[in-house]
């Protein structure tokens, strides 16, 4: 017997959400506001880096602007002086550094989309970063009124 998996749609809109250029010594956050709820299906952040020595690292985290709720449970692996490499966050099953996708250097596996509302945050942060460093992103959530 072949059984269907019904999705329902929650009768939200699909948004990007953007992350402007930010000094890799600096975090960005991205929060959906009073009354509103985002189921995050995938994003990506890219990482830009100076010529200063050292290893820096993408990590992802989401908070309540005061404690971590979860850290995703992988960074972007070491990112070196003068390169711009990135972390993507997908469904499991998306697959990377194959091909064309060569300078991403890290993928994190969601089994389902993560879910924020309120005043709860999307937190993106480097590691090591330099104020010469830059890092932008972008999200794509489903953004439903609570």
């Excluded at 890219?46 to 989401?62: C, H, K, N, P, Q």
């Excluded at 404690?67 to 070491?78: D, I, W």
């Excluded at 996708?101 to 989309?113: R, Y």
Aim: charged share 15%.
């Amino acid at each position: 017997m072949i059984q269907a998996l019904n999705w329902i749609f929650l009768g939200g809109k699909l948004r990007i959400l953007s992350i402007s250029a930010t000094a890799g010594n600096s975090s960005a956050t991205l929060s959906p506001g009073s009354g509103k709820r985002w189921i995050i299906l995938y994003g990506r952040i890219e990482l830009s880096t100076s010529a200063d020595t050292g290893d820096r690292y993408i990590f992802v985290e989401i908070d309540d602007g005061s404690n971590s709720l979860l850290k995703l449970p992988r960074n972007s692996g070491a990112i070196t002086a003068s390169q711009t490499k990135s972390l993507e966050i997908a469904p499991y099953g998306f697959c990377l550094n194959t091909g064309n996708q060569a300078p991403s250097v890290g993928h994190v596996g969601l089994a389902l989309p993560l879910i924020i509302e309120g005043s709860m945050r999307l937190k993106v942060s480097i590691s090591g970063g330099f104020a010469g460093d830059s890092f932008t992103g972008k999200f794509v959530v489903l953004e439903v009124p609570v």
